[in-house]
């Protein structure tokens, strides 16, 4: 069931661009979120994607509006990626009430449903079934949406990520996979977590068609999730796919890195997506520096912004403290 | 309500399988999910022939997953349809736990409220049948503490045939628990039986001397304990939960406020239950009401035995129900 993915279509200049601009929103906005954790603006857990941009954005570019997109607690760069403006996420994680889940849920937890984006799960797996129902109203509605569901290696050694991948193949809903594999589960290393490595050839012994990708390069995460995204769509079953990346920084806040060499860490940055890909774009005349350094501006600006959306938001009465425990509407 | 007053005898499982035939009729997004439910015909035979009515799409069996197909009929619900789970039993539906408490119960509160997850998840328990430790187990109390949950205890008939309707209309998710001791028994209900209320507790029989509370199993055997005390002079109300979450206090303080005495029964061990819920509401709520202690009838903390005769002395029994409540009455 593995393969290699063959580039499917020329490259979109207009698209090209607007995805570098997404990656370094992602990259810029969670090192400002690591600023304000340090200010003690943003408190709880706080799980930083720096380095694993390519993933988010690189597949997220292929799904349609329709498409339903469940992640995990280390979910901004897929909220972003899929148009959850940075405001509302910063707001968020100050926990302020017009925060994109009110503020309810903080940086582990963001919700839009106008983007049909489900979360934000912060139990290890615990939404991969979930993404499997949601594929499977898809099926018995007959719409021609798709779910994809994004994951960490570390969920691949959970039993629900068996049971999801049964499902998913027994009764032939239209879900993609997308399994980032950072190489850590928390502190773990894949080779102390997983018998199997290429996590990929997990997909054949369920039926499920499956291939692994380089995560850190953008371009061949595209194709990769085109190809796949492509092959749900149609064929309306399920699909895993592999992307191998890397986390730059630590698990979380609260993380010394004692499980890891700061050489190794180094090495992988040699790989880091961003400049990789605005390395190509130069080359190919597709952008200009000065082009890059006004995205950086342009950026800048907008995180800015989210700050002081966030700064300026105003916390939820405490008399308001039991809402959302049931439904206010009851039809 | 009803004046032509048809009756019907049913069995419990009859009225639980006539609800889901009621439901699946009533709305094309119903459709149920569960080990062994379509070609077995459902593990206690509720669902026998569903299958053959409805067809696969809405009668689907699925394989041994219980935290799989769970956390599938949240993302059906979260998706706009309206999954009826079964869980075989309570007793696996702790492999599912994580679904239930992490997410059916969590999503709305961490969504900002913009997500619900309108599931209903069946599930057969009770002790009674000598299927000992793993197999006997009364976890209302563990999902009655979680907020966001709906927990419906099925102890009457009319419940059995009414409460699954009226919970896929809830927006919220609501667990059933359906006693499989029950199933073969036989009452009259009304022959035009249907949705029943699913917020307030039940005054099953009046009485000013005494408020018995229970719910499950509980409830026939102390409606046959106040027959018995009847006969010697003894009037018990006789009051049926039938929602564990959230709790109607005020129709359980009504009845403390009429008779001053409470004796409450449930089979789930006495540590941290429902009835310890109760007590203490009781307590703070209504304690200069009573004339005397509240008191229980709990099961007995020990993991269910397999024998039939250890198996009847861990949970309380009719003549448990009319010694205690003697006992409480010979102190006036």
């Known amino acids: 069931m593995t393969q290699s993915v063959e580039i499917q279509k020329p490259l979109d200049i207009k698209k090209e661009l607007l995805i570098l601009y997404q990656m370094m929103l992602i990259r810029r906005f969670e090192e400002k979120a690591a600023e304000q954790y340090t200010k003690a603006k943003i408190r709880g857990f706080l799980h930083l994607y720096i380095g694993e941009e390519a993933v988010a954005v690189g597949v997220t570019q292929a799904l349609n509006d329709d498409d339903n997109v469940l992640s995990t607690y280390r979910e901004h760069g897929h909220a972003l990626a899929r148009g959850i403006d940075a405001d509302f996420i910063m707001a968020e994680m100050y926990g302020k009430q017009q925060g994109c889940s009110k503020g309810r849920g903080g940086s582990m937890h963001l919700f839009d449903t106008s983007k049909k984006f489900y979360g934000g799960n912060a139990i290890v797996c615990g939404h991969l079934p979930i993404a499997v129902g949601m594929a499977l109203v898809s099926k018995k509605q007959k719409k021609t949406n798709i779910t994809c569901c994004f994951f960490g290696e570390g969920a691949a050694a959970e039993g629900e990520f068996h049971e999801a991948m049964n499902l998913a193949a027994l009764w032939k809903v239209p879900v993609l996979f997308v399994c980032e594999n950072n190489l850590y589960a928390m502190g773990t290393a894949i080779r102390f977590t997983h018998s199997m490595q290429e996590l990929e050839k997990k997909g054949a012994a369920y039926g499920i068609e499956s291939s692994s990708v380089d995560g850190m390069d953008l371009m061949k995460v595209m194709d990769a999730a085109n190809s796949a995204i492509h092959k749900v769509r149609s064929s309306r079953k399920p699909y895993l796919l592999v992307c191998n990346t890397y986390r730059f920084r630590a698990h979380s806040m609260f993380d010394a890195e004692l499980y890891r060499d700061k050489k190794e860490v180094e090495e992988w940055k040699k790989y880091d997506p961003i400049p990789q890909f605005q390395q190509y774009l130069l080359q190919e005349k597709l952008i200009t520096e000065t082009e890059i350094d006004e995205f950086e501006k342009k950026i800048e600006k907008k995180i800015q912004k989210s700050v002081d959306f966030a700064e300026a938001g105003t916390w939820e009465p405490i008399d308001q403290l039991t809402r959302f425990v049931y439904s206010e509407n009851k039809s | ?332």
């Open chain 2, 1 to 332: 309500m009803k004046n032509n007053a048809a009756k019907i005898n049913s069995t419990y499982r009859e009225a639980l399988k006539q609800g889901l035939r009621e439901a699946l009729q009533n709305d094309e997004r119903v459709f149920l999910m569960g080990e062994d439910v379509g070609r077995y015909g459902g593990a206690f035979a509720v669902s026998k022939d569903l299958l053959q009515e409805f067809g696969e799409e809405r009668i689907m069996d699925v394989p041994l997953s219980e935290s799989g197909f769970v956390g599938a009929g949240i993302g059906a619900a979260l998706a706009g349809m309206k999954p009826i789970v079964e869980v075989m039993t309570v007793n696996f539906s702790l492999l599912a736990m994580d679904q239930i408490v992490n997410n059916a119960a969590t999503l709305l509160h961490m969504s900002g409220g913009q997500l619900n997850v309108p599931i209903v998840i069946r599930m057969g328990c009770g002790i009674g049948k000598q299927l000992a430790a793993q197999h006997s187990h009364s976890w209302e109390p563990f999902y009655a503490h979680i907020p966001g949950l709906i927990v419906l205890s099925v102890g009457t008939h009319e419940d059995a045939r009414g409460m699954l309707l009226t919970a896929l209309k809830s927006p919220d998710p609501v667990l059933i628990f359906e006693y499989t001791s029950m199933l073969n028994s036989e009452r009259e209900i009304a022959a035009d039986a249907g949705a029943v209320d699913i917020s307030k507790a039940k005054v099953l029989k009046e009485g000013k001397d005494i408020s018995i509370i229970t719910y499950g199993t509980g409830v026939y055997k102390c409606l046959e304990a106040a027959a018995e005390l009847a006969t010697i002079g003894i009037d018990t109300e006789v009051l049926d939960l039938r929602v564990l979450r959230p709790l109607d206090e005020e129709t359980f303080l009504a009845s403390v406020a009429k008779t001053h005495r409470v004796l409450i029964v449930e089979d789930a061990w006495r540590s941290v239950s429902i009835s310890s819920e109760i007590s203490s509401r009781i307590m703070e709520k209504a304690f200069y009401e009573l004339d005397a202690p509240v008191q229980r009838l709990c099961g007995v903390e020990v993991p269910i035995p397999y024998p039939l005769h250890l198996e009847d002395a861990a949970i309380p029994q009719k003549n448990d129900i009319v010694n205690a409540v003697k006992k409480m009455m010979s102190h006036d």
